[in-house]
């Protein structure tokens, strides 16, 4: 692995296990919610080569607002698109090949996606970005687009799948790759 992008990091526990796993990778994380960022950015300097992105990831650029869950937890913050609906927070939103590009990579080896809805927006449009992909883990967070996520992924497998109730978090490799 040479390259792993790290959407929706939180404070940075993903990729402190891609770090142990993958010592040689860049890792870029994305997180648009600034007390989690603070903390990303510590933890970022201490794995070492690991960049930090402040930001949603979204099908289309521009400005979204943290949402906080109703369920009162401290994590799972959320896109809105609207402000003045409990959001505090504003934070740029990217698309993936914007990303890339600002990185400066041409392809990556994994993106891991937990980005709390907003899946289902940044695989509807996956086109241009997901050729240059060789693996994914992605947590859903609809059971709709749970079903539709398989027929998206042409050219990738499925390797694994955890439901967790409301969520499923599923790992796809590049059928090439695997055979």
């Known amino acids: 692995m040479r390259r792993v992008l790290d959407l929706g990091a939180n404070v940075g526990l993903a990729a ?7 010592p040689q990778a860049l890792i870029c994380c994305v997180e648009p919610e600034q007390e989690n960022f603070e903390v990303l950015k510590i933890n970022a300097e ?3 080569n690991v960049s930090t992105v402040q930001g949603f990831v979204g099908g289309e650029p521009g400005t979204g607002y943290v949402r906080k869950p109703d369920t009162g937890g401290e994590w799972g913050f959320f896109l809105s698109r609207e402000a003045g609906l409990g959001s505090c927070q504003t934070a740029r939103v990217w ?3 914007e990303l890339l590009r600002e990185l400066g990579w041409d392809g990556v080896d ?3 996606s937990d ?4 899946e289902v927006e940044v695989f509807a449009d996956c086109g241009e970005w997901l050729p240059r992909v060789r693996a994914l883990i992605v947590e ?4 709709d687009f749970a079903k539709r996520l398989p027929r998206l ?5 499925e390797v694994w799948r955890q439901d967790l109730g409301r969520t499923a978090v599923w790992a796809f490799a590049r059928t090439a790759d695997i055979n």
């Open 16 to 22: 402190a296990c891609f770090r142990e796993l993958f």
């Open 46 to 48: 201490l794995l070492g």
């Open 95 to 97: 698309t993936v090949s």
């Open 110 to 112: 994994l993106v891991k």
């Open 115 to 118: 980005i709390e809805g907003s």
């Open 140 to 143: 859903t967070h609809s059971s």
């Open 153 to 157: 992924l042409q050219g990738f497998q």
